[in-house]
């Protein structure tokens, strides 16, 4: 039995392993992509030297090494889940210096969980993992050695060390050993506090040292020196709550008896089974996943959308329908791309012109995705704005790998070869953008390549070749502006006659609608068709003289569909029932807020 | 004899080794020069320049470099990055001031040594102010991110932050001015809640707030008088538009601009309408070297944007009484644009009163976002007008300060890459001429390759400033604004 019991010891820790892996794989795999895109990792002696060169500097470092690899999900996820019971076995070896019954060890598990639960929030950064990780390792070794003297030397001289590795962590691995100091009592209990006090001296002091030399950055970011969160004005308080947790599980563990009956042991397994199984649920399952789950599924449009998975956009919408702004931009160019944007879009949840093309944010978010659109109608220095903009507004100061590489499109495309150089070279200098940008460099002073590259030779020829200024109160004129100097820009036109369909300016519409171009669809586009017998219904009485070939299955629909609205005293329900795919559903029921233009200024 | 051994296996490897290194029997002479970054080919430099480091472009495997100058010699060995050292550096600028140096450059790419074209370096005796100042910052639209003001030796490589946006909450914050380049009279302007503009004057801070109830909006572009006394400044009602189409990025005007004076001793600010009003938009000012006038920019107002391309500022001067800190009462134009004509933005008068240094674009009043912007030198005793062909580029060369002597000018050039301006130093000889100028070195002369900011407005100084970024945070944090009336 005892056997048993071992092995239940030796394979929950491997259990552990596996299930923050799948969480991370089959779940949240966006929140990792997410983290991947805002950062920009080279693989540069400068590029070390800088970001090392500040207090937890190496394991901001460190934990932007391995986010670059966040771009597999896989990957990323082996990574998280290897940390996270680092964090428990660390935790564990610490706990077995200090006692010997192994009967409540499980619950060392509870600040790795803790940590996962953390992960959960897509403002965590995976530097403060490695930053506890190394605390700990740090601790576990100082258990190491025998002598008191010796220890207490390294105590000393590990806390600046710790300090310029961890960051504040280094609070946490004096803590430990001074509580190991305590429990063990290896050491007088007046020579252990002296050492407390010198601890807590020593501690408080780094950081004065680091500001004293350090001058650009306000104190209160040395007490903390990782980079826990993005937002590094706000103090990463939960982590003093982890710590402090960490403290009381080795507490904990140390003052409850020894269990020595084999049944006991049994029973005391079961309760720290079930109790981490508990905590996992509670703290990760109800908190962590269920509480941002919306937030994962706006990543996954956001990252399909990076990488043009269109039809992987449609298949989630053709789920469950996107209805933030964000994620209805992704499946409207995705519903563009695959050819179905003016036949379908009403399928879906529309929050009005928004959700077509937002308006620009100062934030890191919003213009990423928003960049998107402008890109493939031919806005390219839209474009080029909104991704340098949401890098600019990246909360941790960092670069963001997915701006330099939009930013080197579209100055390929505009032929500023010399700027777009300038990012490729960065890019070379990173793991996995690296072939991207040796092969995106063949292309520079090369005109006819350019020109004939499917995506950046078309997006290049649908350029505005006559200067306006771009205004974000009127993106239908500047789309009527840049459809008029290219009547093949079919991207332009849809995006024109949706945006107008949008703002439910059905006259806009009708008058855009008439305007000639230089291609052709087989049939009318469904929603243009509703749009059309709806004006049409406006000011005439016959249906049938409408000068528009529309389908039948269109008018019969709006016939039933204005029987209803004309005679029903509360036609809402019965229409959404019906007719919530349609353009009349939505020109009448669905509401939706004016953008607010944020106009800021640094000059 | 294991001991012989090693020992003859270690001489013939050594052999083996230095004569890999150094043979250089078969060398092919280029008479191209070699692709040197930065471009110092040919240039004239001040005798108090820190060290000119660069990289060969063609990532040779081994490089020498001979600085072959009238009366000694440094040599300097590398791969692709060649970096002096500080202090052989300083002692043969010492050695060769007032000479034309010759650079032989001989470099093994893939096996094979090439001897390249040899260029010179005028090293000239006139020195140039030792210390820079300028705004690092991302070259963006809307948005700012982190934003420091630094001050760099240039006679070395020694660089320092005088203030930075992490400790003034990430305000946005504006380019530091020096005037007469002077350290002990400066300023520059913080924005947001606790804000003000920061005047330096003989090391003692203030935080001022430059816009009373009258004003439209607080003081901008400005210059501080010889004196100290006054500052003369534009208030500006700034409005920032994107350009559509390639090339053509962001575009940033006035659609209203005033010119105000600021007495430092009495606390007060100075208006007339003579410089004020609707009907002409007047900006960019800056006090005469003697400081009995200022120049200006001034336009006609437009409606705008409509009518951006039309916006052309041309360059006037006003009398200005240091008594009574009045602005005078008549407006002479210097350079007059129609609409036909170009833009001019910047006047920056030499600190010897015979130059007025400015740059021209096609139209507006942001010239560092116009590709086509240039520098233009205006002769105050002749009213000649240079060209400065051998200073402009084809990207913006603009932002532009003199040294102390006259003798040199520093600006900001997006030569290299279109985008990113970097700081170049330009000679002005006894005659007038401008010589090619060179960008501020850098111990590693990578550093531009991977920099994604931009230095905003360098100027010149002839020694430290008296404050540090610690001090900057005290005064935005705890200082009271001084209200001027």
């Keep these: ?603 | 004899m294991k001991h012989k051994i090693f020992h003859i296996v270690t001489c013939l490897l050594g052999i083996f080794l230095f004569a890999a290194c150094s043979k250089q029997d078969d060398i092919q002479s280029s008479d191209e020069w070699p692709s040197i970054y930065p471009d110092y080919t040919n240039v004239t430099i001040p005798s108090n320049i820190a060290p000119l480091n660069f990289i060969m472009r063609e990532e040779p495997e081994q490089t020498e470099v001979v600085l072959k100058g009238a009366a000694s010699q440094l040599t300097s060995m590398g791969s692709h990055k060649i970096q002096f050292s500080e202090k052989h550096w300083k002692k043969f600028l010492q050695t060769e001031q007032g000479n034309t140096v010759n650079i032989q450059i001989k470099a093994k790419i893939h096996g094979k040594w090439i001897k390249y074209k040899s260029f010179y370096w005028n090293i000239v005796e006139d020195r140039i102010d030792p210390y820079l100042t300028y705004r690092l910052i991302e070259p963006g639209y809307e948005v700012w991110n982190k934003i420091q003001l630094k001050e760099r030796n240039i006679e070395n490589f020694k660089e320092r932050i005088i203030a930075d946006n992490n400790l003034t909450g990430g305000t946005c914050m504006n380019c530091h001015i020096t005037g007469n380049q002077n350290p002990l009279l400066s300023f520059f302007h913080i924005r947001g809640e606790n804000g003000g503009t920061i005047l330096n004057r003989n090391g003692q801070l203030r935080k001022i707030n430059t816009r009373n109830k009258d004003m439209f909006a607080s003081a901008t572009y400005g210059n501080l008088h010889p004196s100290g006394k006054y500052g003369v400044f534009s208030t500006n009602i700034v409005v920032p538009d994107f350009h559509t189409k390639a090339g053509e990025k962001l575009e940033v005007y006035d659609t209203a601009s005033d010119l105000v004076i600021l007495d430092f001793d009495n606390n007060r600010i100075i208006r007339s309408d003579i410089v004020g009003g609707t009907d002409f938009l007047e900006t960019f000012p800056t006090f005469s070297a003697d400081g009995n006038s200022i120049f200006f920019c001034v336009a006609p107002n437009k409606t705008l944007p409509d009518s951006i391309k039309n916006l052309k500022y041309s360059l006037c001067k006003i009398g200005f009484d240091v008594r009574t800190g009045q602005f005078g009462t008549q407006i002479d134009t210097l350079i007059y644009m129609d609409e036909n004509g170009k833009s001019v933005s910047f006047p920056k008068p030499s600190p010897d009163g015979r130059f007025l240094l400015y740059s021209v674009s096609d139209y507006g009043t942001f010239p560092i976002w116009h590709r086509e912007t240039d520098l233009q030198m205006l002769n105050l005793k002749t009213g000649e007008i240079l060209d400065l062909p051998e200073v402009n580029s084809n990207y913006s060369d603009t932002y532009h300060s003199w040294s102390s002597n006259s003798r040199w000018f520093v600006f900001a050039s997006k030569r290299d890459d279109g985008l990113y301006g970097k700081p170049y130093f330009c000679y002005v000889d006894r005659k007038g001429n401008a010589h090619k100028p060179f960008v501020l070195p850098q111990r590693d002369p990578y550093y531009y390759d991977y920099l994604l900011k931009s230095f905003n407005i360098p100027e010149l100084s002839t020694g430290k400033l008296p404050f540090n970024a610690a001090d900057i945070e005290k005064v935005y944090w705890k200082d009271k604004i001084e209200q001027f009336e």
């Design chain 1, 1 to 603: 039995m005892k056997k048993t019991i071992n092995y239940i010891r030796f394979f929950v820790p491997l259990l552990f392993g596996c299930v923050p892996f799948l969480f991370f794989y089959k779940y949240y795999p966006n929140h990792l992509h997410y983290q991947e895109q805002f950062q920009l990792f080279l693989l540069t002696g400068d590029y070390f030297l800088e970001t090392a060169s500040t207090p937890g500097g190496i394991a901001n470092y460190l934990g932007r090494f391995f986010t670059q690899f966040f771009i597999y999900a896989g990957l990323g996820a082996f990574i998280v889940s290897a940390f996270l019971l680092c964090i428990q076995q660390l935790l564990f070896a610490i706990v077995r210096r200090l006692k010997k019954d192994l009967s409540w060890t499980l619950l060392t598990f509870l600040p790795a969980i803790a940590y996962w639960y953390l992960l959960c929030d897509e403002n965590s950064q995976f530097g403060g993992l490695i930053a506890l990780v190394m605390s700990l390792a740090f601790a576990w070794l100082g258990t190491l050695f025998k002598s008191n003297r010796l220890r207490n030397i390294y105590l000393l001289v590990m806390i600046p060390a710790v300090y310029w590795i961890c960051g504040g962590a280094t609070a946490l691995f004096a803590a430990l050993i001074l509580l190991y100091e305590w429990l063990m009592r290896k050491q007088k209990r007046k020579t252990t506090a002296w050492l407390a006090v010198a601890a807590a001296l020593l501690v408080t002091v780094c950081p004065f040292i680091a500001k004293f030399f350090l001058q650009e950055y306000p104190l209160y970011r040395f007490w903390w020196g990782v980079d826990y969160i993005h937002f590094v004005y706000f103090p990463p308080t939960t982590m003093l709550f982890l710590w402090v947790l960490i403290l009381l599980v080795v507490v904990a563990i140390c003052l409850i008896p020894n269990v020595k009956k084999e049944k006991n042991q049994r029973i005391a397994l079961l309760i720290n089974i079930i109790f981490i199984g508990l905590i996992s649920f509670l703290w990760v399952g109800k908190n962590g996943y269920a509480k941002n789950i919306s937030k994962e599924e706006i990543m996954a449009y956001d990252y399909h959308c990076r990488m043009k998975n269109w039809d992987e956009i449609i298949r989630m919408a053709d789920k469950k329908s996107p209805s933030v702004p964000m994620t209805v931009t992704c499946l409207n160019l995705a519903l563009y791309k695959t050819g179905q944007l003016s036949e379908k879009m009403f399928h879906y949840f529309q929050n009005g012109p928004e959700g077509l093309l937002p308006s620009f944010r100062r934030d890191f978010m919003i213009p990423m995705v928003g960049g998107e659109p402008y890109y493939y109608l031919g806005f390219v220095n839209t474009a080029q704005r909104y991704a340098f903009e949401a890098m600019e507004s990246l909360p941790d100061y960092q670069k963001s790998v997915r701006s330099i590489k939009r930013l080197a499109e579209t100055n390929l495309i505009n032929g500023k070869y010399k700027t777009a150089e300038k990012y490729l070279h960065l890019l070379e200098n990173t793991l996995f953008y690296k072939a991207w940008a040796k092969e995106t460099r063949t292309h520079l002073y090369d005109e006819a390549k350019i020109n004939a590259h499917p995506e950046w030779g078309e997006i290049r020829r649908f350029r505005t070749h006559e200067d306006f200024l771009f205004s974000e109160r009127e993106k239908d004129m500047m789309l009527g502006m840049l459809f008029q100097q290219h009547r093949d820009n079919r991207m332009a036109y849809e995006y024109l006659m949706a945006y107008t369909l949008l703002e439910k300016n059905t006259t806009i519409f009708h008058d855009y609608f008439r305007m000639p171009k230089d291609f052709d669809y087989p049939s009318i586009p469904k929603s243009y068709q509703e749009a059309l017998i709806y004006i049409w219904g406006l000011s005439h009485d016959n249906l049938s003289d409408i000068p528009y070939p529309i389908s039948n299955s269109v008018k019969q629909n709006v016939e039933e569909y204005a029987g209803i609205y004309t005679t029903s005293p509360a036609p809402e329900p019965l229409l959404k029932k019906r007719f919530q795919k349609t353009y009349w559903y939505y020109l009448h029921f669905r509401e939706y807020k004016k953008a607010k233009i944020e106009t800021q200024y640094q000059y």
